[in-house]
Each structure stands twice: as structure tokens, then as C-alpha cells.
T-cell receptor, first 112, second 114 residues
């Protein structure tokens, strides 16, 4: 059974600081996704990582994928308050149906 | 191009009633997925459908829950005889036939069972 673990689950940081969120998954996967969710809202797609070594950046967020280690990271650079949200990683199962398996999410709070 | 649409956005039911949640996929999308999110949790897969077919329902509870995606009209997630534990946010996602797994999520239906 494919399992996805994120850590930390809660992250409180100050504006201007850097931090990394980690996403581990248990079996071979095709794709790794990062989503953002604001309270009471739907999921906003941030990144889709398709292959080993993939790195994508958008603003202050950068995501990477190491398929050999079954690890993805979401790095936050010089955090700002607007980044406060819950971040989810999700993977699908190689050779399986197209369903996504989500981590529990990392609730990020950026304090002034 | 409108995104994935879900209605209602909020639904309140008393125990024992039925809940019907609707999802209209993005134009050109023929794959629909339903996920459930409990408070402070990640999303859990429920069912994956294509037009008139259930492809994977491994995440659906065995009783009271059913889903359909008819040839015409929206996909429906139906919960019979709701219980308090059914209270959750239910999200629908859709994807186009030629780009599997790039799922686009709707705004969700927040179900509250009194």
C-alpha cells in the first residue's frame, strides 16, 4: 500500500527565514504533486514533478524530487506572511489507477 | 474555460437523511475523482469514474455510498442515511483523457451532519 508522510506537520516561522518541508513515499511512483490549501478553500496546484532530479521553482517556493530516495522537498526562501497555508504532497502509484495518495499536510504559519 | 464546479458548496443534513453532491468536470475532461477530507487531515481517495463507468472504487465505504457519472450531466456522489462521521469536505477533481493524473480540483462541498 502506498503511503505518504510529510514532516513537519506544523511549522511556524518568521518572515524572511528559510525552511524545508519533506515528503517521503513508500513505493515507486509516477509523479509527485505539491498543492496549497487555504482555510476553507480548495487545493491549488503548485508543482508537478515527473522524473528523478526534477526541480521546479515559482517565486519563493522550490520543489525537488529524488525518486531513488523516494523523497521530495518543498523549500521556502525568505518566507512572507502570504505563504501561510497548508501544503500537501501527493503521489500516484506506478502501474496503478490514477488516484492520488496524499500526505497529511504541513500547516505553515509565517509570523511577521 | 470554467473550472471544476461543485454544488452545493455547503450542505447540512440530519442523521438518516440522504446527501447528494454534484460535480461538473472541466470542459473536455472525461475523468472524475472524488476525495474526502476530514478536519486537519489530507484528502483520501474515494472513487474514480469515467463516463458511465466506475474505474476504481477502492476508497468507497462498502455501505451507504455510491457514485455515478452518467453520459449526460454531472457526476453524483450519493450518501444514504448519513451519520455524523460523514461530516467532511468532499472534493471532486477532473482530468483530461490524454494527460492522466493532472487533476484539477473543484471548490468542494462541505457536508455537516447534525
Amino acid at each position: 500500500e502506498l503511503k505518504v508522510e510529510q514532516n513537519p506537520l506544523f511549522l511556524s516561522m518568521q518572515e524572511g527565514k528559510n525552511y524545508t518541508i519533506y515528503c517521503n513515499y513508500s513505493t515507486t511512483s509516477d509523479r509527485l504533486y505539491w498543492y496549497r490549501q487555504d482555510p476553507g478553500k480548495s487545493l491549488e496546484s503548485l508543482f508537478v514533478l515527473l522524473s528523478n532530479g526534477a526541480v521546479k521553482q515559482e517565486g519563493r517556493l522550490m520543489a525537488s524530487l529524488d525518486t531513488k530516495a523516494r523523497l521530495s522537498t518543498l523549500h521556502i526562501t525568505a518566507a512572507v506572511h502570504d505563504l501561510s497555508a497548508t501544503y500537501f504532497c501527493a503521489v500516484d502509484r506506478k502501474g496503478g489507477s490514477e488516484k492520488l495518495v496524499f500526505g497529511k499536510g504541513t500547516k505553515l504559519t509565517v509570523n511577521p | 474555460n470554467a473550472g471544476v464546479m461543485q454544488n452545493p458548496r455547503h450542505l447540512v443534513r440530519r442523521r438518516g437523511q440522504e446527501a447528494r453532491l454534484r460535480c461538473s468536470p472541466m470542459k473536455g475532461h472525461s475523468h472524475v475523482y472524488w476525495y474526502r477530507q476530514l478536519p486537519e487531515e489530507g484528502l483520501k481517495f474515494m472513487v474514480y469514474l469515467q463516463k458511465e463507468n466506475i474505474i476504481d472504487e477502492s476508497g468507497m465505504p462498502k455501505e451507504r455510498f455510491s457514485a455515478e457519472f452518467p453520459k449526460e450531466g454531472p457526476s453524483i456522489l450519493r450518501i444514504q442515511q448519513v451519520v455524523r462521521g460523514d461530516s467532511a469536505a468532499y472534493f471532486c477533481a477532473s482530468s483530461p483523457p490524454d494527460r492522466y493524473n493532472e487533476q484539477f480540483f473543484g471548490p468542494g462541498t462541505r457536508l455537516t451532519v447534525l
